[in-house]
């Protein structure tokens, strides 16, 4: 595990600055994740595996955009399980891609192996991926700095550890597509702000995408207002809308 990316500016080892006051989760039916502190699921109740690709995949128009691309990055706002990361791998291996993804997600809070593990071992179509995040993660993250992790020859994860916002503003990246993913905005608001959102599109490259599954009309002002063309389409397993836009 190489302790930090080049282009992303280091989180101080030991810092309270990415500490969880409380990573206490509770387990509900399925071995699904429950945050106690932010009072959210961590994913879709109905599928968060399906629901990666209805609002991630599609909304960012995944995978034919990455095809014959020399790289493809991509950009996260919450971590999590790291099951949108593991559902793009596995996606990304079985279309035969040529080139090379980078995945930088920005986490505050990152969690243990053995919770991504639990989690995660609910999807036995990503049981290859799992197995590989987890060989390699940190068994306790409190006060970690960046995680920096070579998958495969042509796979790298970042985990920038820390506030989403001030992270962000550090680093030198831009993205091809991003997944916003935090809690529910009425929950988490800090990870849906003006501010945030203004640094998402300027580390998106012209033409790069967003999509969340967040239909919130504050969150859709943000990302209009920081200059995304924004849309809005049906959202996963029945939810009225999601959004997604461009930046043209």
Known sequence: MADNAPEIAAAATGSTANMAPDLALDWHEG???????????????????????????????LPERWTDMGEFTIGELGFGTGLNFC???????????????RFVSFERFPLPRAA???ALAHWPEIDAERHALCSLWPDATDGIGNIDLALDDATRLT?????????????TLSFDAW??????????????SAELMAQVF?????????????AAGFVRR???????????????????????????
């Open 202 to 214: 300027t580390h998106t490259k012209q033409g790069g995408t967003f999509a969340t599954y967040a």
């Open 159 to 171: 985990v920038v550890c820390g506030p989403a916002l001030e992270r962000l503003s550090e680093c």
């Open 31 to 61: 071995d699904m994740p429950y945050s106690q502190a932010y009072g959210d699921h961590f994913y879709c109740r109905t599928d968060g595996r399906l629901e990666c690709a209805h609002v991630f995949h599609e909304g960012n128009g």
């Open 179 to 192: 997944y916003l993913d935090g809690f529910a905005p009425s929950r988490n608001p800090d990870m849906w």
């Open 222 to 248: 943000n990302l209009a207002g920081a200059g995304f063309s924004v849309e809005r389409r049906p959202g996963f397993a029945g939810k009225r809308e999601m959004l997604c836009g461009k930046r043209a």
């Open 116 to 118: 991504i593990d639990r």
């Open 87 to 101: 559902e793009t791998w596995r996606r990304w291996r079985a279309e035969g891609t040529s080139g090379e993804l």
